[in-house]
């Protein structure tokens, strides 16, 4: 089945380094975190700054919306985990929570719980019910944790990705490790699940200048997503459209074809290198996070 994709850049917010982006499920907004230290939330209807802060002296790799909540969560270099209201900008809490660099923060789609992953090697469960208990820690990786993602069709399943060159699939009600991905050649920065034909599987991309998908079932690598000159820093499958999207240091943006994994499109638009990558739900348009800034494309496809 061949896919012609129509992509316009709609929106360009220049800033320092992106190094996550996260999309509200009702307002129209886009948080970002910074290299820089600093986080922004940023109108995308309307181009305006809704609010901004200075998080930490050092750089802020992941900051999440926990809309239940109205508030912010971030994760910095300082191994600290702060929490804001993200109306008034007040922080709620600050605590330590791991003793190096926190990489990666996910947020449980029902429950009350927050994944970390960090440098220190260590994925902890945090549940902001009970006042940020950490209720679990999840050992096994031998390197830097660079992210975490949940399955969103069995939301006790979460996988990791970490330099050691592995990804490692886990259950939240047990410390021990349900299974072990491996075929990178190098270490692995990022990690999501996806069906495929009803079969759970997962992508991932490397350092390796690749991008793999896996079964889930069967822990085997069905395809290599090759092209990127350079380490792939984040993968997204769109929740709507049929295609896979990878980006890089090599300063391209890579589109996919969900089901054939055929390159469909290849995308660069002068920002330098390319680190995150944010879906806007029943909008067609997908959010990309740069050295030098944010865009937002509109994308079109003919089946």
């Not at 990786?141 to 886990?170: C, I, N, R």
């Not at 009803?198 to 490397?206: A, D, H, M, N």
Request: aromatic content about 10%; hydrophobic content about 35%.
């Amino acid at each position: 089945m061949s896919l012609t994709l129509k992509i316009q850049k709609e929106l360009t917010h220049p800033s320092a380094r992106v190094k996550s982006l996260d999309v509200h499920p009702s307002e129209p907004w886009i948080l970002a975190s910074l290299h820089s230290g600093n986080i922004f939330i940023w109108n995308y209807q309307s181009q305006a700054m809704v609010n901004s802060l200075e998080v930490a002296q050092r750089p802020v790799r992941s900051a999440k919306f926990i809309t239940s909540q109205q508030w912010i969560v971030t994760g910095a270099d300082d191994g600290r985990i702060r929490i804001y209201n993200y109306n008034t900008m007040d922080k709620v809490k600050e605590f330590e929570a791991h003793t190096d660099f926190i990489r990666c923060m996910v947020v449980h789609p029902t429950l009350s719980y927050l994944l970390s992953s960090s440098d220190d090697k260590l994925i902890k469960l945090w549940d902001w019910e009970k006042d940020w208990a950490c209720t679990q820690v999840f050992e096994g990786h031998h390197h830097y944790v660079m992210q975490v993602a949940f399955d969103p069709k069995d939301t006790e399943t979460f996988a990791s990705a970490s330099l050691d060159g592995t990804v490692k699939l886990w259950k939240l009600s047990s410390p021990t490790l349900s299974g072990t991905l491996e075929g990178h050649s190098k270490g692995v920065n990022c990690v999501e699940f996806f069906t495929d034909e009803g079969k759970p599987c997962l992508i991932s991309g490397s350092d390796d200048y690749t991008a793999k998908v896996w079964d889930c079932e069967t822990k085997i690598c069905v395809k290599t997503l090759e092209g990127h000159t350079n380490n792939v820093t984040a993968v997204c499958v769109h929740p709507e459209l049929p295609i896979l999207i990878t980006t890089s240091e090599d300063e391209t943006v890579r589109v996919w074809h969900a089901t054939t994994y055929e390159l469909v499109n290849t995308l660069s638009y002068g920002l330098r290198r390319a680190w995150a990558i944010g879906c806007i739900k029943d909008s067609h348009r997908v959010v990309l996070g740069y050295d030098e800034g944010t865009i937002v494309i509109k994308v079109k496809a003919d089946l």
